[in-house]
């Protein structure tokens, strides 16, 4: 379960997002919303990228009271992801790897169901859906309990997204891994149905019954 509290999230003086309590059970979660209206903040926020106002809580382990614990458990991809242009994909797999105690068979794991076959090349030699793919590798490391996709079909060709998916239906079912994918589209004749559908409108975020 993961919840916000008391959450608000300005620019400047600006408030952009807030919700007083809101909560993501466990599940697969599709966040809607018009470009702007505040998904790349929510998605960011609760990653522990942003900074903000009030508490955000997974089970027990609150962001800012155990930042490494929390971090730990919930993994992120940017629906544009931008890297170092001279530090290769193997570097950072390597990176990610430790952090999140993930072994090489599960880098090899999902690097096949991805086809990923360019990790030893600089990011800089990287077309926008290679960069996608190695988010995507990045985020899928480890065993999170929460996996945050911020419009993870933006650049991906039709056999990635086939993947993607594959591999979101595994660690559902093998893990209980939560989802919380931001998207205009990825449950529109897909093979998975998401269980809570929410939208993030006027500053907030609300649940579509």
Same mark, same amino acid.
């Given at each position: 379960m993961l919840q916000l509290i008391s959450y608000k999230k300005y620019y400047g003086t600006r408030l952009v997002l807030e919700s007083e309590k809101y909560t993501f059970l466990t599940g697969l979660h599709w966040v809607k919303g018009e470009n702007g209206s505040g998904k790349t903040t929510l998605f960011k926020s609760l990653a522990g990228i942003l900074p903000f106002l009030g508490k955000i809580v997974l089970n027990d382990c609150s962001l800012k009271e155990k930042p490494n614990k929390y971090r730990f458990q919930v993994n992120y991809a940017e629906a544009e992801p931008v890297f170092p242009p001279m530090v290769k994909g193997s570097d950072l797999v390597s990176l990610f790897e430790k952090y999140k105690g993930a072994s090489k068979s599960q880098v090899e794991e999902i690097s096949e +169901? &991805?086809?990923? $076959?360019? &990790?030893?090349?600089?990011? #800089?030699?990287?077309?926008? @859906?290679? @960069? $996608? $793919?190695?988010? &995507?590798?990045? %985020?899928?490391? @480890?065993?999170?309990? +929460?996996i945050l996709l911020d419009e993870p079909l933006v650049t991906l060709d039709v056999k990635? +997204? #086939? %993947?993607?998916?594959?591999?979101?239906? &595994?660690?559902?079912?093998?893990?209980?891994t939560s989802f919380l994918i931001s998207s205009h589209q990825i449950f529109e004749n897909k093979t998975i149905r998401p269980d809570y559908v929410h939208h993030v409108e006027n500053g907030t975020i609300c649940l579509q019954v």
């Open positions: +169901v &991805l086809d990923i $076959k360019f &990790l030893e090349e600089p990011f #800089s030699s990287y077309s926008s @859906g290679m @960069g $996608k $793919k190695l988010s &995507l590798l990045l %985020a899928f490391l @480890g065993l999170p309990k +929460v990635s +997204v #086939s %993947a993607m998916l594959e591999l979101i239906t &595994l660690y559902q079912q093998k893990y209980n």
